[in-house]
């Protein structure tokens, strides 16, 4: 299957900074990636997709200006926590299906927020 | 609507014992792809299964098969001789295209030495 990486794996932060986490797709052109959030010992929840070359779809509920999604080229997406607070750390995880059925997912970053 | 059901929120099983997962499916597509995720410890989503709507035939995959039955709607996972590595959460989803998958809530495996 696809490959697909994020970066870092694990943050670290204050309350109030920022924080970017890169999704590559290595082995395929992700014109579509997504992004999750995963809360402890809960399922996953799409929080926005990904498209490049324009504007994320973010899913109902979600800040779209706390969290932006930068979708540059065929093989990065990042999303950016701005001012992050407590209750954004969770498990950050990114897929791409490369246009097939199938998404693959990264393996995840784990942000928490002191 | 879509959506995913996984009633069993966690499993015990002995090594060597088999274990069956269940996931049951709402969806009014008649297009639809069904999905396993196995998720270790380390977080990572790991594809272990992709079956279509208009593919009802059973799939073994060494220790792994599945059994989908469009009639009730489920898609369960079986685990033939379950070892300690198998222990994981699981997750069921539910996908009319490339977009929009839609995930169970997972079962928790645990399986003791």
């Known amino acids: 299957g696809a490959v697909v990486s994020q970066h870092p794996s694990r943050v670290i932060c204050k309350s109030g900074t920022s924080v970017k986490i890169e999704c590559r797709s290595l082995?395929?052109?992700?014109?579509?990636m997504f992004w999750y959030r995963q809360f402890p010992k809960q399922s996953l929840m799409l929080m926005a997709t990904?498209?490049?070359?324009?504007?994320?779809?973010?899913e109902q509920g979600v800040e779209k200006d706390k969290f932006l999604i930068n979708h540059a080229s065929l093989t990065l997406s990042t999303l950016t926590v701005t001012s992050a607070h407590p209750e954004d750390s969770s498990f950050y995880i990114c897929?791409?299906?490369?246009?097939?059925?199938?998404?693959?997912f990264g393996p995840g970053t784990r942000l928490l927020v002191l | 609507a879509q959506k995913v059901t996984q009633a069993q929120t966690e499993i015990s099983v002995v090594e060597k014992e088999d274990v069956t997962l269940d996931c049951v499916y709402e969806?009014?597509?008649?297009?639809?792809?069904l999905f396993w995720y196995k998720q270790p410890p380390s977080g990572e989503l790991v594809f272990l299964i992709r079956?279509?709507?208009?593919?009802?035939q059973n799939e073994i995959s060494g220790r792994y098969s599945w059994n989908f039955q469009k009639s009730t709607s489920s898609f369960n996972f079986t685990i033939t001789a379950s070892q300690v590595v198998d222990s994981a959460v699981y997750f069921c989803?539910?996908?009319?295209?490339?977009?929009?998958?839609?995930f169970g809530t997972g079962t928790r495996l645990t399986v003791i030495p």
């Open positions: 897929s791409s299906s490369g246009g097939a059925e199938t998404q693959y």
């Open positions: 082995d395929f052109q992700a014109t579509t």
């Open positions: 990904s498209n490049e070359g324009s504007k994320a779809t973010y």
């Open positions: 969806t009014r597509d008649t297009t639809y792809y």
């Open positions: 079956r279509n709507s208009f593919d009802e």
């Open positions: 989803a539910l996908s009319s295209g490339a977009n929009n998958l839609f």
